[in-house]
């Protein structure tokens, strides 16, 4: 549109009047940052203010609110205290600072702070939450009796049920409150969040989307995104969901930044566990755990149950740490005590009603029979979930041995060969079933050949032993007479002479059956060796005399 040079353009009132019009646009209030959540901006104004000499107790507030918002709990906790150090000031200033305290996990400190502010309902609200942590049932009771049928009562109430592991339930309240409230698309996370509780990632998602569509660069639904990408796909699709938020990430927004470094060691198989996740221990509640799985990784028992012994387990989560923790100790120390807790641990989870129909609560009640050696009820546990975990190395692993401890050796034999983990197949234990299932499934010269694969050791001689006595009873008694010929060199045990003797006469009957190959007659008798003994030398005459009758060349 162009102006009319017909109005003359001079008048210097009307020049300043337009100064003035441009200087009030340009001036920001405090209400604008605040309607946009700008809170960064907010306290720069602030700042501002109080640097220019308006300073007041409400500018001081206003900045602990900002800072509050941002996450900066210290921050605003700092504040709050030197305003409850003044002379006059607002009695609810109290309950902001209870909750300061809560939020940074002072909680006796929030609980006296709170009591000293006003009956609101912010304070019924947080000591609500404060009776939760503090485990008072009986307090939380009287609080959530006192909660009204308004917003943040209701939103509370869900807290407090997702907190509880009553995920449904909390999801129930998002979903009434989100139906006279379309437009709390933040409810959305939160009803998304429950979902992931429950295992149902592409729910999640899927119920996420509705906000990250009208907000796509939330910290909080874009971390959810990447925790479900995690767990429906890998931790590199993970990975990529963070680069975005982790370029983003405000310094200020300190949990935030700590959430994306802990979550990221997560999604890198515990890459960097060490440098990131022990600052974090008190910060993040899930970074101690994460902690003890890394600790457990790298076999160290000690370190993990230092980390975990005084933990008093809340969530199903932490029951089954602790149950892996005591299980993993008790078979390392041989201690009956440690294993009783494992086993007990296990038993509370897997019986649970909340539990004992998902995949965890089932893999709970197999451990628990696991340790009570009721293998046959490991089975019926195990089969049921065995589809979930087809080509899962550490399932397999437990899963053919309860095969095999069961008698069922040639499905457990099948089960051991789909293991690709280079640890497991270094782990005696590993080897010794697999020799056992061999033997079983009358495969002796595989269970030899792990033998020969081993390097010389204390288990190496364990195996020796097995491979005698279990070849022994099975009838294969060439590969036990081997095994008990390298054990009488190593140990001369007068048990192992006896064994071998067996053997080798076993081999001479299997050869005179046609059961065995004559070739073995020859190395059978120098087994036996020219020991000055009437048994060898009766054994050995007769084993030469039947080859010469036989023709058999020696």
């Given at each position: 549109?162009?102006?009319?040079?017909?109005?003359?353009?001079?008048?210097?009132?009307?020049?300043?009047?337009?100064?003035?019009?441009?200087?009030?646009?340009?001036?920001?209030?405090?209400?604008?940052?605040?309607?946009?959540?700008?809170?960064?901006?907010?306290?720069?104004?602030?700042?501002?203010?109080?640097?220019?000499?308006?300073?007041?107790?409400?500018?001081?507030?206003?900045?602990?609110?900002?800072?509050?918002?941002?996450?900066?709990?210290?921050?605003?906790?700092?504040?709050?205290?030197?305003?409850?150090?003044?002379?006059?000031?607002?009695?609810?200033?109290?309950?902001?600072?209870?909750?300061?305290?809560?939020?940074?996990?002072?909680?006796?400190?929030?609980?006296?702070?709170?009591?000293?502010?006003?009956?609101?309902?912010?304070?019924?609200?947080?000591?609500?939450?404060?009776?939760?942590?503090?485990?008072?049932?009986?307090?939380?009771?009287?609080?959530?009796?006192?909660?009204?049928?308004?917003?943040?009562?209701?939103?509370?109430?869900?807290?407090?049920?997702?907190?509880?592991?009553?995920?449904?339930?909390?999801?129930?309240?998002?979903?009434?409150?989100?139906?006279?409230?379309?437009?709390?698309?933040?409810?959305?996370?939160?009803?998304?969040?429950?979902?992931?509780?429950?295992?149902?990632?592409?729910?999640?998602?899927?119920?996420?989307?509705?906000?990250?569509?009208?907000?796509?660069?939330?910290?909080?639904?874009?971390?959810?995104?990447?925790?479900?990408?995690?767990?429906?796909?890998?931790?590199?699709?993970?990975?990529?969901?963070?680069?975005?938020?982790?370029?983003?990430?405000?310094?200020?927004?300190?949990?935030?930044?700590?959430?994306?470094?802990?979550?990221?060691?997560?999604?890198?198989?515990?890459?960097?566990?060490?440098?990131?996740?022990?600052?974090?221990?008190?910060?993040?509640?899930?970074?101690?755990?994460?902690?003890?799985?890394?600790?457990?990784?790298?076999?160290?028992?000690?370190?993990?149950?230092?980390?975990?012994?005084?933990?008093?387990?809340?969530?199903?989560?932490?029951?089954?740490?602790?149950?892996?923790?005591?299980?993993?100790?008790?078979?390392?120390?041989?201690?009956?005590?440690?294993?009783?807790?494992?086993?007990?641990?296990?038993?509370?989870?897997?019986?649970?009603a909340s539990e004992c129909d998902t995949i965890p609560g089932r893999q709970c009640m197999a451990s628990c029979f696991f340790l009570l050696k009721q293998f046959q009820d490991v089975l019926l546990y195990l089969n049921s979930i065995k589809s979930y975990f087809y080509s899962?190395?550490?399932?397999?692993?437990?899963?053919?041995?309860?095969?095999?401890?069961?008698?069922?050796?040639?499905?457990?034999?099948?089960?051991?060969?789909?293991?690709?983990?280079?640890?497991?197949?270094?782990?005696?234990?590993?080897?010794?079933?697999?020799?056992r299932c061999y033997i079983m499934n009358h495969k002796p010269r595989n269970a030899w050949e792990l033998y020969l694969k081993m390097e010389t050791s204390g288990e190496s001689f364990s195996?020796?032993?097995?491979?005698?006595?279990?070849?022994?009873?099975?009838?294969?008694?060439?590969?036990?007479?081997?095994?008990?010929?390298?054990?009488?060199?190593?140990?001369?045990?007068?048990?192992?002479?006896?064994?071998?003797?067996?053997?080798?006469?076993?081999?001479?009957?299997?050869?005179?059956?046609?059961?065995?190959?004559?070739?073995?007659?020859?190395?059978?008798?120098?087994?036996?060796?020219?020991?000055?003994?009437?048994?060898?030398?009766?054994?050995?005459?007769?084993?030469?005399?039947?080859?010469?009758?036989?023709?058999?060349?020696?």
């Amino acid at each position: 549109m162009m102006l009319s040079r017909a109005k003359p353009a001079t008048g210097a009132g009307r020049i300043s009047g337009i100064k003035g019009d441009r200087k009030t646009q340009e001036l920001p209030k405090l209400e604008d940052f605040l309607q946009k959540r700008d809170y960064t901006g907010a306290i720069t104004l602030l700042e501002f203010n109080r640097s220019s000499g308006k300073t007041d107790i409400d500018t001081d507030l206003w900045i602990a609110c900002c800072l509050f918002h941002l996450g900066d709990y210290k921050g605003a906790m700092e504040i709050y205290e030197k305003v409850t150090n003044r002379k006059e000031f607002l009695p609810e200033v109290w309950n902001y600072l209870a909750c300061a305290y809560f939020l940074l996990g002072m909680y006796p400190e929030a609980y006296e702070a709170s009591k000293k502010g006003p009956k609101t309902g912010l304070q019924n609200r947080l000591l609500f939450h404060l009776s939760h942590k503090f485990s008072d049932e009986n307090s939380l009771m009287d609080y959530h009796q006192n909660l009204q049928d308004i917003l943040e009562d209701q939103l509370s109430l869900a807290a407090i049920h997702y907190l509880r592991n009553h995920y449904q339930e909390a999801i129930d309240v998002y979903k009434r409150i989100l139906l006279d409230n379309r437009d709390y698309l933040a409810l959305n996370v939160y009803i998304a969040l429950c979902y992931h509780k429950l295992d149902y990632y592409d729910v999640s998602q899927e119920v996420l989307q509705a906000y990250l569509q009208q907000y796509p660069d939330s910290a909080i639904a874009l971390n959810l995104k990447a925790c479900n990408h995690f767990r429906l796909y890998d931790g590199k699709a993970a990975e990529n969901e963070l680069k975005s938020l982790q370029d983003m990430a405000s310094p200020t927004f300190t949990f935030n930044r700590d959430l994306i470094k802990h979550n990221m060691v997560v999604f890198q198989g515990g890459d960097g566990a060490l440098q990131v996740l022990p600052p974090l221990v008190d910060v993040i509640p899930e970074a101690r755990l994460n902690l003890v799985i890394y600790y457990l990784k790298q076999d160290d028992i000690t370190e993990a149950y230092a980390l975990i012994k005084d933990v008093e387990p809340c969530t199903p989560q932490e029951y089954i740490l602790k149950g892996v923790v005591n299980a993993a100790l008790g078979q390392e120390q041989g201690t009956r005590e440690h294993l009783k807790i494992a086993q007990q641990y296990f038993q509370l989870v897997g019986g649970s009603a909340s539990e004992c129909d998902t995949i965890p609560g089932r893999q709970c009640m197999a451990s628990c029979f696991f340790l009570l050696k009721q293998f046959q009820d490991v089975l019926l546990y195990l089969n049921s979930i065995k589809s979930y975990f087809y080509s899962d190395d550490n399932f397999n692993f437990n899963y053919a041995q309860a095969k095999a401890a069961n008698g069922n050796f040639k499905d457990a034999e099948e089960i051991f060969c789909m293991i690709q983990s280079e640890k497991i197949k270094h782990d005696y234990v590993y080897i010794s079933w697999l020799a056992r299932c061999y033997i079983m499934n009358h495969k002796p010269r595989n269970a030899w050949e792990l033998y020969l694969k081993m390097e010389t050791s204390g288990e190496s001689f364990s195996l020796l032993q097995l491979i005698s006595n279990d070849c022994y009873k099975m009838g294969q008694f060439y590969y036990s007479a081997k095994a008990f010929h390298v054990l009488e060199r190593l140990d001369p045990n007068p048990e192992y002479w006896e064994g071998k003797r067996g053997a080798c006469v076993g081999v001479f009957q299997q050869i005179i059956a046609e059961r065995e190959v004559k070739d073995r007659l020859q190395e059978v008798i120098q087994m036996l060796g020219n020991i000055s003994n009437p048994q060898v030398e009766y054994i050995t005459r007769t084993m030469k005399k039947w080859a010469k009758e036989s023709k058999v060349q020696l």
